[in-house]
């Protein structure tokens, strides 16, 4: 089992993606990057960011920044620990997180809003990775 | 946690004349040269100036509304500064009136901008009374905007929460005079919403009941709305359906019918409620061989044979495809008049579009490019779902 938003949970990601044909399938048009932003809370004294490179259907690049400042990526998406695993496990739709407010999305919407597929694939490949969340 | 939104909703024979309660100063009517022709644009603007409202009236909108008939009619709101927009019409007067609206209070905003994700900040300026002239879309009481990028080949899912109307106003007067295709075609959007929310994996407690009292509706009164338009009781019936149904879903979310019906419209300009009916008995198909449940329920509140789950499904596509025999829409995209070689052309684009909707995501079983390819081509001639 690998801790969620850690360097080698960002690699076990990178990997997943990079082996899901059905991501490379419905991203194969998209370009662009992400900070995933876990909230801090009692888990966490410091936000956690984990960057993930996306460009034609592969993953270029991805690990936990500890200085996020090395990155300026054109999507910031962020909420607290409890509602990623919520993702994570499949009991909620990130869709119906970000309509909600339970997440925060920044960066271009019109283009996000067209990328639907990729963004259920990547929610698939996420689901892959042994994650291991704080107690 | 999810939310359900309603606009306070005036429905029934004489509802129209809730307009002479309007308090402001100015309204501007969004509508088409129809439903002028018809007199109602006309009659909502005396309802207006009864209540103290002068009004001024756009009647440009196309089917399927361009993003630049929607700028346009933002400049022309500008001009005017009123406090009511009043959509009348079709689901595309209805649609540009709301993103008219948005543009209007949010003149930064391009209109394919308007989306869910961000604030708006709206009624600012202005703010919406919707009013269906026909009986199907429910955008009446939807957020959803629906907007064709005519560069594109694409039509555009935009809406925020924000842009859904004030005021719902349903009278079954208005969809009196629609000709039977028009009947049909926008009927079968309203049984589509109906089956599609029910079924949609953001279904919950509070959709589920609009859903399945409007396909009961449906089925009961759209074949005598068809046959004989002069039926008020069904005239009336069908005008809630078509409400309910919007409720349902617009609190739910449609399905992969939609994906595929907007991707058809967007390419080949097929009527939406065509295309997504003639999609949906499909699209129950291929979800049903994995995931029955759903569709057994509806069948059984139906009265339809539903013994087992997968029986219920197979009884409610029958019914489904009874009901299309029964107002004679086609069955098959061949039927509708695309030849094979236009559609495996465009094939690329379709598979695009179609999968980049949201509706694709919630639908019970979700589809890889593969098998909407295949759905694609099964609807073109009409081969049963077997995948
Ligand atoms: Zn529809």
Redesign the interface.
């Known amino acids: 089992m690998i801790d969620f938003g850690t360097d080698e949970w960002a690699k076990a990601f990178m990997e997943q993606i990079n082996r899901s044909e059905?991501y490379a399938?419905?991203a194969k048009t998209w370009e662009g990057d992400f900070y995933f932003i876990i909230e801090s809370e009692e888990h966490y004294p410091e936000p956690l960011h984990v960057y993930v490179d996306l460009w034609h259907g592969v993953c270029r690049e991805a690990f936990a920044a500890a200085d996020p400042s090395v990155k300026d990526p054109i999507f910031r998406m962020s909420g607290p620990l409890e509602n990623w695993r919520r993702v994570i496990d499949k009991t909620l739709?990130p869709?119906?997180g970000?309509?909600?407010r339970?997440f925060k999305?920044q960066g271009d919407?019109?283009k996000?809003?067209?990328?639907?597929?990729?963004a259920?694939e990547l929610v698939n490949c996420t689901a892959l990775v042994p994650t291991k969340f704080p107690e | 946690?999810?939310?359900f939104d309603t606009p306070m909703i005036a429905f029934g024979e004489g509802a129209l004349a809730h307009l002479k309660e309007t308090e402001g100063r100015r309204a501007f009517v969004v509508s088409d040269e129809n439903v002028a022709g018809l007199g109602f644009v006309e009659t909502v603007q005396e309802y207006l100036s009864r209540a103290g409202l002068e009004s001024e009236c756009f009647l440009s909108v196309e089917p399927d509304p361009s993003l630049d008939t929607v700028r346009r009619g933002a400049r022309a709101l500008m001009a005017y500064e009123p406090d009511w927009v009043v959509g009348l019409g079709g689901g595309s007067c209805l649609d540009a009136a709301k993103a008219m609206w948005v543009l209007y209070e949010r003149p930064d905003l391009e209109p394919?901008?308007i989306?869910?994700?961000?604030p708006l900040g709206l009624r600012q300026k202005a703010r919406l009374i919707t009013i269906p002239t026909t009986a199907g879309t429910g955008a009446e009481v939807t957020w959803m905007i629906v907007l064709t990028d005519a560069d594109d080949d694409r039509k555009l899912?935009?809406g925020s929460?924000e842009n859904l109307a004030d005021i719902a106003i349903v009278d079954p007067s208005l969809s009196k005079d629609m000709p039977p295709r028009l009947t049909a075609d926008t009927g079968l959007d309203a049984l589509t919403h109906a089956l599609e929310g029910y079924a949609a994996?953001?279904a919950n407690d509070f959709s589920d009941g609009l859903c399945l009292k409007a396909a009961d509706l449906v089925f009961r009164y759209l074949p005598q709305a068809y046959e004989d338009g002069t039926q008020g009781e069904a005239r009336e019936r069908m005008a809630n359906a078509a409400t309910l149904a919007g409720l349902g879903f617009g609190n739910s979310m449609a399905g992969l019918a939609h994906s595929m019906g907007h991707a058809l419209g967007g390419v080949f300009h097929t009527p939406h409620g065509r295309a997504v009916g003639l999609f949906l008995p499909y699209t129950i198909e291929y979800a049903a061989r994995e995931k029955p449940q759903r569709y057994g329920e509806i069948a059984r509140h139906l009265g339809l044979s539903a013994d087992l789950e997968s029986k219920g499904a197979a009884s409610l596509v029958r019914a489904m495809r009874d009901l299309l025999g029964r107002l004679e829409q086609p069955l098959t995209l061949a039927e509708v008049g695309i030849d094979r070689e236009s559609l495996v052309e465009r094939m690329d684009k379709l598979l695009d579009n179609a999968?980049?909707?949201?509706t694709?995501?919630?639908h019970p079983r979700?589809a890889?490019?593969d098998e909407l390819e295949r759905l694609f081509l099964c609807a073109w001639d009409g081969r049963e779902v077997d995948f």
């Open positions: 059905a399938e419905a739709d869709l119906q970000l309509l909600t339970q999305l919407m019109v996000i809003m067209r990328a639907v597929k990729a259920q | 946690m999810w939310y394919e901008a989306n869910p994700l961000e899912g935009l929460r994996s953001w999968a980049n909707e949201a694709t995501v919630v979700i890889s490019m």
